[in-house]
């Protein structure tokens, strides 16, 4: 079984940073962590995602060049840099582990889930 604890969320003004981070403990056959966001009334998105060995990393369009996944191994731990947040960022963020070498970018594809942090944007 693998644990994801999410933390870094918060409220933030547009234009403004955030890193949030994903700490997994437990049996780790894990090859992919991602990052998804679920909006109120709105379905739950894939945000970024990256190969837990390879270095292999995917975004979602409407992030690209601005929210960076990255990870440190000997922590256990994958972060998500977000900068020049928007508010149609704001969501609860989840991180995601997936047992399969190549990344998902549906929810469907996870195996292991945290239990969310907000992340509010203030225009």
């Known amino acids: 079984q693998v644990q994801l604890v999410e933390s870094g969320g918060g409220l933030v003004q547009a234009g403004g940073s955030l890193n949030l981070s994903c700490a997994a403990s437990?049996?780790?056959?894990?090859?992919?962590m991602g990052w998804f966001r679920q909006a109120p009334g709105k379905e739950r998105e894939f945000v970024a995602a990256?190969?837990?060995?390879?270095?292999?990393?995917r975004y979602a369009d409407s992030v690209k060049g601005r929210f960076t996944i990255s990870r440190d191994n000997a922590k256990s731990t994958v972060y998500l840099q977000m900068n020049s947040l928007k508010p149609e960022d704001t969501a609860v963020y989840y991180c995601?582990?997936?047992?399969?070498?190549?990344?998902?970018?549906?929810?469907?594809?996870?195996?292991?889930w945290g239990q969310g942090t907000q992340v509010t944007v203030s225009s």
């Open positions: 437990g049996r780790t056959f894990t090859y992919v």
């Open positions: 990256m190969n837990w060995g390879g270095g292999i990393t």
């Open positions: 995601a582990a997936a047992r399969i070498r190549q990344i998902p970018m549906s929810p469907g594809g996870y195996n292991y």
